[in-house]
């Protein structure tokens, strides 16, 4: 069975700090998605990485791809209150079904 | 660019009755997916349609979810009868097909409350 994991489950990190959430899969993907979900909404797309080694930037978030250790990292730096929301990883080993990760519920506190 | 929409954003039903929800994905987009997001939980695929055919209904509970796609655009999820467990999220996402990145994009979502 395919799993997809996260850790940390919970992070709770101080503004102005640097972490990274780590989302390990056991079979062979070579698309990985990372999805914000804010409480009581929807998905929204964060990164698409497409290809072993691919690293994509937006802001304070910087997310990379390792598909020989089946390994993506999505690295937070110098958080905000605003960055506070659960983040979710995806695999889609098959075409464009996609399997999520447990999700790491993140907190930003002053 | 229209987002992918969804009704009602909230049901409370008890047990055992019956409960339907719509989506509407966006313009375009042939493939369209039916996920549940338990509390705490990542969403799950249900079912995929692409157009108005099924893909992937593996993981749907047949005997008691349904689902239809009948023009090939908006698509209508049924549960009969609800169980308490059934209390979740159902997100619709969309995606335009084919395409190498296969990047789905999510309607806001439908929380059932089964009680």
């Known amino acids: 069975e395919l799993k997809v994991e996260q850790n940390p489950l919970f992070l709770s990190m101080q503004e102005g700090k640097n972490y990274t959430i780590y989302c390990n899969y056991s079979?062979?993907?070579?698309?990985l998605y990372w999805y914000r979900q804010d409480p009581g909404k929807s998905l929204e797309s964060l990164f698409v990485?497409?290809?072993?080694?691919a690293v994509k930037q937006e802001g304070r978030l910087m997310a990379s791809l390792d598909t020989k250790a089946r390994l993506s990292t999505l690295h937070i730096t110098a958080a905000v209150h605003d960055l506070s929301a659960t983040y979710f990883c995806?695999?889609?080993?098959?075409?464009?079904?996609?399997?999520f990760g447990t999700g790491t519920r993140l907190q930003v506190f002053p | 660019e229209a987002g992918v929409a969804q009704s009602p954003r909230y049901k409370i039903i008890e047990k055992r009755q019956s409960v339907a929800f719509w989506c509407n994905p966006i313009?375009?987009?042939?493939?369209l997916y039916w996920y549940q997001q338990i509390l705490g939980q990542g969403p799950k695929l249900l079912i995929q349609?692409?157009?108005?055919?099924?893909?992937?209904d593996s993981q749907l509970p047949k005997d008691r979810f349904s689902a239809e796609r009948l023009k090939g655009v908006d698509s209508t999820l049924k549960i009969q009868p609800a169980k308490l467990e059934d209390s979740a999220v159902y997100l619709c996402?969309?995606?335009?097909?084919?395409?190498?990145?296969?990047?789905?994009?999510f309607g806001p979502g439908t929380r059932l409350t089964v009680t």
């Open positions: 996402a969309s995606s335009l097909n084919p395409g190498t990145v296969y990047e789905q994009y």
């Open positions: 079979t062979t993907s070579d698309r």
């Open positions: 990485l497409l290809s072993n080694g």
């Open positions: 995806a695999v889609a080993p098959n075409t464009d079904k996609l399997i």
């Open positions: 313009s375009g987009h042939a493939t």
């Open positions: 349609f692409q157009n108005n055919g099924v893909v992937d």
